[in-house]
């Protein structure tokens, strides 16, 4: 008897460890987050418990940490638990394995499953009827950023050419590897803002690093943090200077949280403060803290990613499947793609917005 007691109590302790917040045990939604950290996607779990809050339906809250194993477990204690719903912000996105077998598990539960933020092929979407997918054309944020950084550096050029040399040294900072938002923000950053330094006239931008192949520094524990930002630009600071005259003249970033840790190291080697020299820096997402940034002249731009209106259409998705009803129910149909999927509209953020 004590034995079974103390399986029980292990049972037990392990699926408390696993949640974040919650309103219910039994016929709960969960919602599963690769990782409670990241800046964006903390917007988006306060606005979703919101949300669902407002719906009237309980939830539990998970924190992956990074971690696909983690947050693959937590869902087979979710399941087994009684969950109604899942709504899932997948950690590996490298490969179709991970989103595959937690479809397996909705569907062998036989409930229903949202997809949010991190991409998940279409394929692996549409193979189970109660499943969709909430995210954002992400091609589209990598071409809004490289405008947005292509005008800036025209009405700037002379300002950012810091070292004289008649070209734009930059650093890139990408948030994974095998991440397609960060695929399609690195290639089309730096491709739509030489389309138009090329039409002005002006060479293309530098990579600041001539030995690194690959023309960006990604964040090796697949974060996007904004410590990873900080330790790199520290560093390229210590040799890539005005006074060696090869100084990084721009930094473009995938996300917000990489921006403002380049912004942080910047600050420290005494750009961008009030009455200094500023290198722009542009981002990806518009969290508060990189508003305030553009606010103060620290960073140059971002691309909004709608925190609030990704939960609000997740929240009503949900809805909708738990009840049986239509599934784009009071969903904007410009924002439906086929039968799998929704996007969230981005919008450029700089200092005049």
């Known amino acids: 008897m004590k034995k079974i007691f103390s399986c029980l109590l292990v049972t037990v ?3 408390l460890s696993f949640a974040g917040c919650s309103r219910g045990g039994e016929g709960e939604v969960a919602v599963f987050y690769f990782t409670y950290s990241d800046a964006y996607i903390s917007n988006v779990r306060s606005a979703l418990d919101k949300y669902l809050d407002e719906a009237d339906i309980d939830y539990n809250d998970y924190d992956a940490n990074g971690n696909q194993s983690s947050q693959t ?41 949202v997809f949010f933020n991190r991409s998940v092929d279409e394929s692996v979407v549409s193979s189970y009827e109660k499943c969709v997918f909430v995210g954002t054309d992400y091609e589209l944020a990598g071409h809004m950023q490289g405008e947005m950084i292509g005008k800036y550096l025209l009405e ?54 001539e030995a690194n192949v ?62 200094s020299k500023t290198i722009p820096v542009f981002g990806v997402d518009a969290t508060d803290a990189a508003k305030e940034a553009i606010k103060n002249g620290k960073m140059a731009g971002t ?47 700089t200092k005049e917005q």
């Open 13 to 15: 302790l392990m699926a």
């Open 73 to 113: 477990d937590q869902i087979d204690v979710a399941v087994s638990k009684g969950a109604t719903g899942l709504i899932v912000n997948v950690v590996d996105t490298g490969s179709n394995d991970a989103a595959s077998t937690i479809v397996e598990k909705a569907r062998a539960a036989d409930i229903p499953l």
């Open 156 to 209: 700037n050029y002379d300002a950012v050419d810091i070292n004289k040399d008649g070209k734009i040294s930059y650093v890139l900072f990408k948030g994974q590897e095998g991440n397609m938002e960060a695929i399609a923000r690195t290639k089309y950053a730096v491709e739509d803002c030489n389309a138009l330094l090329n039409e002005a006239g002006k060479p293309k931008l530098q990579f600041y690093d």
């Open 214 to 275: 690959n023309s960006y520094l990604v964040d090796q524990d697949g974060l996007w943090s904004a410590s990873s930002a900080t330790n790199y630009m520290s560093t390229i600071l210590a040799q890539f200077s005005e006074s060696n005259k090869n100084m990084v003249e721009l930094v473009i970033a995938n996300n917000d949280e990489m921006a403002l840790g380049a912004v942080s190291a910047l600050e420290a080697a005494g750009y961008n403060k009030k009455g």
């Open 303 to 349: 691309i909004k990613q709608d925190a609030e209106a990704m939960a609000d259409v997740i929240s009503k998705l949900m809805t909708n499947l738990r009840n049986n009803e239509e599934k784009f129910k009071g969903i904007n149909k410009e924002n439906i793609i086929g039968s799998w999927r929704v996007n969230i509209p981005y919008a450029a953020y």
